[in-house]
């Protein structure tokens, strides 16, 4: 995800609704401490995620599973491209592990792409969440996972282990898709989050990053698609430029604007709508159980 804002490189200055405030409070701190000493990773750190402090102080935290070299080159995405490590079996019970020491009450789990494997990570996947079931009974779970090429046998590895909310994100209106994310296809990720509800998982939700260069009227029409398939829960925030190397950003979206997407979702029906400039995907994720 993009979420790096110390070193975004955008056309014009960044509008003062994009400030950050410095991550504090007591349990922030004892969290970063943990971290800190137990060489724990997160998304949150490692992405510099300016909701940080925020989400840390409600119990929430984000792991990324699978490594940090994805086999996919996003035009957005600040994660490297390349080939990835070899697939680390143990790496369920550490992210458990690192649940359990940081007391986590809702964790959100993503992952890099992995389509150098056969089952595209999707057997880790499912040993994550049985680990962390297993090791953290009381903690709700969210998915965030790629689209594993659609394959269903991989998807249902997912649907078996049964998260409280499964994710996967559009990222994007249709007539960018090819543009920023090269190696995915807007129908097939569709057809995606409409199996996994089909199949029966309680919650299914999904992300679309503004600035762009889309039009109001795109950014309807995909929150329409989404709510065709019925998702429950949509969150909807600013592009940030990672590098120079990346897409850059073609507007800043006013908080005006963001509230009227906020208005528009909840009128067409999804359950829960967080649209804000500073808002990524496991913004609030511990109230999108309920």
């Known amino acids: 995800m993009n979420t790096v804002l110390d070193h975004v490189q955008p056309p014009v200055g960044k509008p003062k609704w994009l400030r950050v405030k410095l991550p504090t409070g007591q349990k922030y701190t004892e969290l ?8 724990l990773n997160t998304i949150c750190t490692s992405g510099s995620c ?4 925020e989400c840390w ?7 990324m599973i699978l490594g940090n070299i994805c086999t996919r080159s996003c035009g957005f995405c600040g994660v490297k491209t390349g080939r990835p490590e070899t697939v680390d079996w143990d790496e369920p ?6 649940i359990k020491i940081m007391n986590i009450k809702h964790a959100v ?5 992995r389509d150098d494997l056969k089952d595209m990570g999707s057997i880790i996947w499912y040993e994550t969440i049985l680990a962390i079931r297993r090791m953290n009974p009381n903690t709700t779970l969210e998915t965030l996972i790629p689209d594993f090429q659609g394959v269903e046998r991989n998807i249902d590895r997912i649907i078996e282990a049964n998260p409280e909310v499964v994710s996967h994100n559009m990222e994007t209106v249709r ?3 090819r543009e920023v994310r090269i190696q995915a ?7 995606v989050l409409r199996y996994l509800k089909e199949k029966g998982i309680r919650r299914t939700k999904s992300g679309i990053m503004l600035g762009l260069g889309e039009t109001e009227e795109e950014v309807i029409e995909t929150m329409k698609d989404l709510r065709s398939v019925n998702v429950d829960i949509v969150t909807i925030g600013q592009y940030l430029q990672p590098s120079k190397k990346h897409l850059p950003v073609k507007e800043f979206i006013t908080p005006e604007q963001f509230k009227k997407y906020e208005e528009i979702g909840k009128e067409l029906g999804f359950r829960h709508v967080e649209s804000g400039a500073l808002v990524r995907s496991s913004y ?7």
Do not use: C, W
């Not at 019970?93 to 690192?98: F, G, H, I, L, N």
């Open 32 to 39: 970063r401490g943990l971290v800190d000493k137990y060489k």
């Open 93 to 98: 019970e550490k992210v458990a592990r690192s």
């Open 57 to 63: 102080g409600e119990g929430t935290a984000t792991f």
């Open 50 to 53: 300016p909701n940080m402090g």
């Open 185 to 191: 296809k807007y129908d097939r990720s569709l057809e």
């Open 109 to 113: 789990v993503t992952s890099v792409d």
């Open 284 to 290: 609030h994720a511990q109230k999108h159980i309920l």
């Open 175 to 177: 007539r960018l898709t």
